[in-house]
DNA sequence: GATGAATGAGCATTCATTCAT
DNA sequence: AATGAATGAATGCTCATTCAT
């Protein structure tokens, strides 16, 4: 099979394509471990056993390496869920969420560190702030879609205002995870301390 | 009288004690506006209207000054309303926390931006996150106590794990704060949200 | 047929040679635009359609790409009219010499920025220079001829120095040139006020 | 006698303002060694004996420092003759400007090699450009006044067209300076032939 | 107490060049 | 003949910190 032209190869992905890959990974580790203050370019390099300016072959600035990690932290936070819409009521799809928080603590808890970093980035950052609040929209709307359910089949109160609740609800998921630290394994209980207290209050 | 401090100048508030405070006050804004990562001495310095030298005589190193700001957030933050013991029942006092967040939300919100900033820093340094645990033992206290109260005086469920429960409304109560950003007023009347969700599900 | 250059593939214009020449073309026109101290290898490389190791298959180092470059313009600005040997009088024949610089400013301005830098450059590199010299020996010789010419014929002053003469001659048309500035139109009357001033002068 | 506030000590020039001049004067010889294209701030620090950081207290950046340079050179530019005005005839006010060329010459001909970087560099640095500009109006004006001065005195022609030939004999100067290389001292005499000729010219 | 001057270590980025394919 | 990937050696600039006065 021949390949022509300039285009990447199509089989497995190229090998600069793997090198990027590898590259944000060490990248994703470092943020993790030092945050964004700490966040060298040198050292990803280093630690990714290329030359700095190797490095800025594959991200020309340091933003772009940061963009870099982030679509890579979002597309990994977005694989959710499949069995989600599937939940036989609207309660479990609500508990699904928290569930879910829950695994994510146990498999890939960097990822918290990582995602208060760069949600503490938004604020200075008016790209990742647009990549967040369109997050934010979507997980809003699917939220609300599951309190409408509720209420609709009766088992969550009619007199909640569907809107605000969801945006309640992703608040206070939002701020337990910018509470994780390495290490602890105090959050999960408390999560589900969480899922309990707010269908409890759905249900009232 | 013996001073335990920093090797500061011992006695009666003196000029440099007067000083100390303005560069510290000058450091709480920048932090506030700049946060960590765009936090620089020499900035400090010129907007104090000193020399970086001077500077660097009143706090030695950079991490002495951001220390400095620290007790001075901390401080500010530990001045609670007296009238929060006083409440006539626990359910009342419990909510007194909640009115207390908006209160302090209305009069002065950087202090959510530097608490961010502040406990996103006590990960890398243990010196903050030595304060930073000393004061949630403190507030864990005080909250246990709440609750102990409310299900002695029955206005609570007697089934709820004190310790627990003090946990979780602690991590909720900070999770918001953490999600403040300058100019948001859509987080007040969350927090009235919540507070009626954990009252719910305390009561139910 | 034996090639005494730097190595390029033999015999009649390869495509190789091709692309030689549109390099060169392209190196020309970014030092017009930008002159040396902006001048790249990689952009000579984008705007050309090419890899920059390609480029340096071609040249390999820059130090060669300028040289192609200062070839060409040497070329193109010895590729003097051929009515000039014809005038009829050396005061003709003088005369178009600056007819001649007009004619370039008005044809292919960019020649003398290109120019400018080149010899801007002689003084840090001997080997633009001893181009630069053998091209200044030539024209000495071919403006001592003319005024040698004019002596003889009667038509300039008996008591001039030749050699002097045509040196300052030289000078005096280079200095324009090297004022040139891309869009200038100021040059050109200042250029005929010049002839006739020497010319004057040579008659008294 | 005290000094209070914090301007300069009055008597001599501070430390700083010393530094300073030491520091533009180290650069001003790099840029005549070197020219523009080979200049490097760690190379001024280096040959001043100084830090990099401490050069950039003096120099926030390298623009600033050529900026630094420029208004050296322009000053020791503007420093003429102040017997100028006094010559008794315009022929003689004129044959002072080629004079006065060649003493720069003899005294400080790097001054030459600098200007010719400076004024090349002014096709691409708008400031430098205005610079040169007001300096070309000034001496455009001080060439004018003689003209005229040689024109009503009756010892220039009455038909020439005093502002282009004031243009013509600038763009004449300048030209032979741009042509000046370290070393040279052939250009004295072609300084000569050239104020005979304009003054034969003007005369004629 | 206060400052101007100075510095070491480091930072992101650039650029001509090389090499395996 | 051509290229994607890689690199060494700079380059301008920054920053917390120090020191002599």
């Known amino acids: 099979m021949i390949q022509a032209g300039r285009g990447r190869p199509s089989g497995r992905t190229s090998v ?36 700095v300016a190797t490095l800025h072959y594959y991200f020309p600035t340091k933003e772009a390496l940061v963009q870099g990690v982030v679509d890579y932290v979002l597309a990994s936070l977005s694989s959710t869920s499949p069995t989600d819409e599937e939940a036989p009521t609207a309660a479990e799809a609500l508990r699904f969420e928290f569930d879910d928080f829950n695994r994510r603590l146990r498999e890939s808890p960097e990822q918290f560190t990582v995602m208060t970093e760069i949600s503490s980035r938004a604020s200075r950052d008016p790209a990742i702030a647009a990549i967040l609040a369109r997050m934010g929209v979507a997980w809003h709307a699917h939220l609300s879609g599951i ?5 609709k089949e009766g ?42 207290q707010i269908l409890t209050w759905l249900a009232a």
């Open 16 to 51: 600069g394509e793997t090198r990027r890959e590898e590259v944000v990974k060490v990248a994703y580790r470092l943020i993790a471990e030092r945050g964004f203050e700490g966040f060298r370019t040198r050292q990803v390099a280093d630690e990714a056993g290329i030359n």
């Open 147 to 151: 309190l409408a359910r509720g209420v």
């Open 155 to 196: 088992v969550f109160r009619a007199n909640i205002d569907v809107d605000q609740t969801a945006r309640a609800i992703m608040m206070q998921i939002r701020g337990l995870g910018y509470q994780f630290k390495p290490g602890d394994d105090t959050l999960s209980p408390l999560v589900n301390l969480l899922a309990d």
